[in-house]
């Protein structure tokens, strides 16, 4: 099962590990940097629409984000 965890947890990995700042990334959605801060602790999880973006500026697959291909394995 897919848990709201593991994909708070892939979601900040894949903000922390890209080479964009926070605020470049927040700039680009359109948001606000403490938005950014949010995904990366876990206090908040993006709209879809916006979760489709980020994935987009970050050029990471959302099934990994959200576990889709983990979720194959399990079965």
Known sequence: MITIEQI???LADAIKQN??????????????PAT???YIHG???P?????AN???????D?????????NKKDN
């Open 8 to 10: 708070q947890v892939k």
């Open 62 to 70: 959302t099934n990994y984000i959200l576990c889709i291909d983990d």
């Open 54 to 60: 980020l994935c987009d500026i970050l050029n990471i």
């Open 19 to 32: 080479k964009m700042s926070q605020i470049e990334i927040a700039h680009r959605l359109n948001v606000n």
């Open 43 to 45: 206090t908040k999880l």
């Open 36 to 38: 950014i801060s949010h």
């Open 47 to 51: 709209a879809l629409e916006t979760f």
